[in-house]
């Protein structure tokens, strides 16, 4: 449980857009382990998604390091699935060709050979009943509400079956209900496939519940602010929310989000 997955140490990231440049990040350091359940709070625009694009190796950061077993994080790769924060689908395909899109270019566990089409159409529909969306395989985006869309996104995110789970904000636009039944189904995977989560979330309640560490992120420039430990055991619910230790966290996290933000508008 200990063994160190991702290293990131001093990134210091800017963006430089023409006009006023912006400081995402500066000077982040963060150890996630190898089956850690990450989640990440902090006020709108202090970076969070920034450093999971870092991670995820869509984003180019200025100065420090990102390792991922010891290798720089140069690129995206097959280890590394991500979920958006709005819904990324191809237009052009169906549900399931959208959820069959990326097992094309990973392999098989142990036997390293690719998945045939049957195998494929298997583990689509696993996940497509995962996220209810039975009946939906055939139609396109464009005929699904923003949640459907976003449940999608969710499943294809799952059947790549990365080592990673990076996760921005997945459950953000969902209805209560499905959001609910999708936090539970995320920890059942994470136990049983023994996943490492890195999850971006607004919402404390949800990141008390899943995670082993929250980490708060400060007011732009972003940094770690403070690391909280979750010492609930899993497995979690629902219910789980209703322990006094739970809300203790939660309200602890909630205040100090809080008093950034109130910081940030003064
Ligand atoms: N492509 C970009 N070009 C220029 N500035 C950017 C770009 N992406 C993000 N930023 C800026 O970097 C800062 C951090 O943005 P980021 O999207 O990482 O924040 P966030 O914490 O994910 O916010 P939210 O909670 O609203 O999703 C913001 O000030 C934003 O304006
Ligand atoms: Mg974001």
Redesign the pocket.
Known sequence: MDNILITIKNVHKE?R?GGPS?V?LMGVDLEIKENEFVCVV?P???????LLNIIAGLEHYDSGEVKMSGEDIVGPGPDRGVIF?QYALFPWMTVRKNIEYGMKFIRKENRGKHYTRGEKRKLADHYIKMVNLEGFEDAYPKALSGGMKQRAAIARGYAVNPRVLLMDEPFGALDAQTRAQLQEELLLTWEREKKTCFFIT?DVEEAVLLASRVIIMSA?PGKVMEIVNIDLPYPRNQSTKLDSLFIDYRNHIWDTVYKMYLEVRK
């Open positions: 963006y857009t912006t995402a902090g709108s625009g202090c970076g969070k998604s920034t924060q607004h732009r």
